[in-house]
């Protein structure tokens, strides 16, 4: 009949078991389609509703599905098991706080390890139990066990031929979201693309609604359709919300990996490599800040080798001759040595976090250097202010109380720096009394 059609497949133990199973394996897609349609049909006073749940919402964190692993956690507020309310709440800010912004949830750990109970699932009600007996004959569940021990066997011709023959004998509207998305892969893995295409399409559409006069709707299939590559929605029921996840990834995967036997566990690797990559950019690039900031330091300990009048000297010599003499080329290379990493960085380096960090460096330098200038040139001139400043100990004593504190900053700042940027490494230190001309 065509109520059949509308009514979702019995909660089967079989998609408990399979969707804890392809957690275990990082199939996340394929756990959240089982878990999140079995718990959605057995109610919250299942006995292993609280096992399960926490799957799903591992499985969602861990697969990046951050909004519905929320959900669900909030969904727990008022559930009958105190236990498993107190765990929402303890995992509850975690998930917010580690809620990445449209980035995959790799790092998602749960708070405790979830060890649910695989020993003994059974359907609690007895008409869900009354049901499930009526769509899931003996040589329906063998074919199942069959396809899917074929499937991760890897022998996907025998899965092919055993979840077509299990789908077609309990009728595509009783099948369990684990089957259609073993059928997907099984079909994928022996070379049969384009069927294992028009499946996950079919799965990722929403729930269709048959027309009530449609008597024969409750036995069509979509790889029987008349149009092979667009299965009717007026006669199939499509994928639930779990399936309907799964089936986008898969097919979002398969464009990327098309060779790939698995794409989704293609598409798990290459993520991982990026995430690794990613670290390890990461902690080069923490590496080179740090340095960054304390090449200032080194830069400091070779100051003494610079020459007090090397300005006035350099600026002379380039009004009588028109050219460094060699005397002052090895000291003018001491003092302009410190300014050649951050150069470099902020000219080459093409993350604008390196650029920030680098201009920080250079125009700290170059206020080093004019203070240099000034010292070397007009000695003169500061000791006639000096004299000025002497008459007025107020002014005096505030000027003086400047210069130490700018001088304190200038040797502690560096040091500012690499805690700022270890701490907030979003937003730069800004050195203080320093000249911002780049």
Known sequence: MATELTRAAAPSPADLQAGIAAMRQGRCGEAIACLEQWCDQVGVDHPHYASAIKVLIQA????????????RCRSLDNHPNE???HWSWQLLPALEKQRPQGQPGLEFVALEPLQPDQTAFQVHSSQVHSSQVQNQTPAAHNLQQAGLAALEAGQYAKAVKCLEAHIDLIQFANATAHSR??????????????AARNLANHLAKPIAHPKANSRSSSRANPRSSSKANQPSQTLTPAGDLGSQRWARQFLAASQS???????????????????AQRFHYDITGKLVITALHLSIYGGLLLAPLIPGSLWRDLAQVLWQ?????????LPLAIALAPAVFPLALLRFAQEPEFKAQGREVVNYWITMLAIGFVTSTGGGLLLQAESWLAQLPLLGNLAKLLVAVAGLSYGVAPLGAIAWFWLQPERVFRYPFILRLI
């Open 60 to 71: 969602q964190g861990q697969g990046g599905d951050w909004e519905a692993a929320i959900a």
């Open 83 to 85: 236990a498993l309310r």
């Open 181 to 194: 998305i073993a059928l997907v892969r099984a079909y994928w893995g022996n070379g049969q693309t384009q």
């Open 321 to 329: 001759v028109g050219q460094v003499t060699p005397e002052l080329i």
């Open 257 to 275: 990996h098309p060779k790939a036997r698995d794409p989704l566990a293609a598409e798990r690797a290459a993520r991982s490599r990026t995430q």
